[in-house]
C-alpha cells in the first residue's frame, strides 16, 4: 500500500509570513514528488514538482526533498490571502501519482 | 488550446442508472487519467491510460470502465451507479513522465451524485 500523508490543518498564517507544509511517503523508490494547489470548488493546479534531494525555487515557492527521511515539504515566502487553498502532495509510483489529503492553508490579513 | 474539457459539469443519476463521462484533451498528450475526489479527501486513481489503445486500473477501478481509442479522448463510463461513487470527478492529462519539462493539467471536473 503506498501511502502519502500529510496534516490537514487548517494551518493559519499571517499575511507576510511563511508557510511550510509537509509530506510524508512509504516507497522509498519513489522518484519525483509534486505539490498542488486547490481552491475551494476548482481542479488541481500543478504549483511545484521536485525529483532532486535538497531544495528547488520557483518565485515564493519552495519545495525540499529529503528521500533519506522520506518527506517533502513546500514553503510559501510573503504568504499572500490568495494563496489560502487546499494544498496536495503527489508521489509519483511508475506511471501512476498517489495524492495526499491535502492540507488547508489559511492566509490572514 | 482548450486544454483538458469534461462534460458534464454535474449531473444526478439515479441508483442503478448508467453514463459516460467525458474528458478531451488537444495537446497531443499520451497520458490520461480519471479521479475522483471524495468531500476532504485526496484524489484517488480510477484508471489511467499511456496511450492511444492502452488502458490500465488505478487505485478504484471496480464499477468504471474506459476506452482509449483516440489520444484526444478518454471517457469514463459508470456501469450501475451506487451511491458511493457521488463523488467529483477529475481527468488530467501530461505529455512527458516525469520530465524535466513536466506539465499537467486538470480538466474542471464533473458533480456526480447518485440518489
Known amino acids: 500500500q503506498k501511502e502519502v500523508e500529510q496534516n490537514s490543518g487548517p494551518l493559519s498564517v499571517p499575511e507576510g509570513a511563511i508557510a511550510s507544509l509537509n509530506c510524508t511517503y512509504s516507497?522509498?523508490?519513489?522518484?519525483?514528488f509534486f505539490w498542488y494547489r486547490q481552491y475551494s470548488g476548482k481542479s488541481p493546479e500543478l504549483i511545484m514538482f521536485?525529483?532532486?534531494?535538497g531544495d528547488k525555487e520557483d518565485g515564493r515557492f519552495t519545495a525540499q526533498l529529503n528521500k533519506a527521511s522520506q518527506y517533502v515539504s513546500l514553503l510559501i515566502r510573503d504568504s499572500q490571502p490568495s494563496d489560502s487553498a487546499t494544498y496536495l502532495c503527489?508521489?509519483?509510483?511508475?506511471?501512476?501519482?498517489?495524492f495526499g489529503a491535502g492540507t488547508i492553508l489559511r492566509v490572514k490579513s | 488550446n482548450a486544454g483538458v474539457t469534461q462534460t458534464p459539469k454535474f449531473r444526478i443519476l439515479k441508483i442503478g442508472q448508467s453514463m459516460t463521462l467525458q474528458c478531451t484533451q488537444d495537446m497531443n498528450h499520451n497520458y490520461m487519467y480519471w479521479y475522483r475526489q471524495d468531500p476532504g479527501m485526496g484524489l484517488k486513481l480510477i484508471y489511467y491510460?499511456?496511450?492511444?489503445?492502452?488502458?490500465d486500473k488505478g487505485e478504484v477501478p471496480n464499477g468504471y470502465n474506459v476506452s482509449r481509442s483516440t489520444t484526444e479522448d478518454f471517457p469514463l463510463r459508470l456501469e450501475l451507479a451506487a451511491p458511493s461513487q457521488t463523488s467529483v470527478y477529475f481527468c488530467?492529462?501530461?505529455?512527458?513522465?516525469?520530465?524535466?519539462?513536466?506539465?499537467?493539467?486538470f480538466g474542471p471536473g464533473t458533480r456526480l451524485t447518485v440518489t
Open positions: 491510460s499511456v496511450g492511444a489503445g492502452i488502458t
Open positions: 503527489a508521489v509519483e509510483y511508475g506511471n501512476k501519482l498517489v
Open positions: 488530467a492529462s501530461h505529455g512527458d513522465l516525469w520530465g524535466v519539462n513536466y506539465e499537467q493539467y
Open positions: 521536485i525529483y532532486s534531494n
Open positions: 516507497d522509498r523508490g519513489s522518484q519525483s
